[in-house]
């Protein structure tokens, strides 16, 4: 059964740094490209972050460009995302999603439960 | 704003049919690239409903369905379920791979 799994959110000040984990199995992750996506307190869903199979291209939202980074580790069939000068409006629920198949262009096809980051003094 | 624009909200009754729509531009799904469609239920994950455009996944019952025309495209749900009560998502791409999502619909069984 293909599950991922986030990890390492919480409460954060403005200004701050906060790093992401998704653990995923039951699916050769190093298959697979993988994406960030969040949801602010009753909105709707925004793309985050994409990154490709083996690492080598990564994809950011204008809104986190400059300030988010995404990595992955194939051999601990993990996917990171990296937070810094965190903002207010940063604030959200972030789902780790993989792709339906292995294009890049294909739909988030399986998604975690979300891990919930709050920026606040 | 979002690139690719939704109806803020829908109803039905039980029973009835409902559509719901996504515009989008000549960068997006005008230019070719596929649109996929997803539920969320509320307090859980979203579910992918819909794949390059009309593709069902495994298990979505086939009240299900969505088409693409030109830069638009359309979600039709049938015999309308007070369990298909939830928000609805559009999202397409464009030539940078930047994923586009709509700004969701809420569909509300009466």
């Known amino acids: 059964e293909v599950q991922v799994v986030e990890s390492g959110g919480g409460l954060v000040k403005p200004g701050g740094s906060l790093r992401l984990s998704c653990a995923a199995s039951?699916?050769?992750?190093?298959?697979?490209?993988m994406n960030w996506v969040r949801q602010a307190p009753g909105k709707g869903l925004e793309w985050v972050s994409s990154i490709s199979s083996s690492g080598s291209y990564m994809y950011y939202a204008d809104s986190v460009k400059g300030r988010f980074s995404v990595s992955r580790d194939n051999a601990k069939n993990s996917l990171y995302l990296q937070m810094n000068s965190l903002r207010a409006e940063d604030t959200a629920l972030y789902y780790c999603a993989r792709h339906l198949n292995s294009t890049m262009v294909s739909p988030c096809g399986y998604w975690g439960q979300g891990v919930l980051v709050t920026v606040s003094s | 704003q979002s690139v690719l624009t939704q109806p803020p909200s829908v109803s039905g009754a039980p029973g009835q049919r409902v559509t719901i729509s996504c515009t989008g531009s000549?960068?997006?799904?005008?230019?070719?690239?596929?649109v996929h469609w997803y539920q969320q239920s509320p307090g859980t994950a979203p579910k992918l409903l819909i794949f390059a455009n009309s593709n069902r996944p495994s298990g979505v019952p086939d009240r299900f369905s969505a088409s693409k025309s030109g830069t638009s495209a359309s979600l039709a749900i049938t015999g309308l379920q007070a369990e298909d009560e939830a928000d609805y998502y559009c999202q397409s791409c464009d030539s940078n791979l930047s994923v586009l999502f709509g700004g969701g619909t809420k569909l509300t069984v009466l």
């Open positions: 000549s960068s997006n799904i005008g230019a070719g690239y596929d």
């Open positions: 039951g699916f050769t992750f190093s298959r697979y490209s």
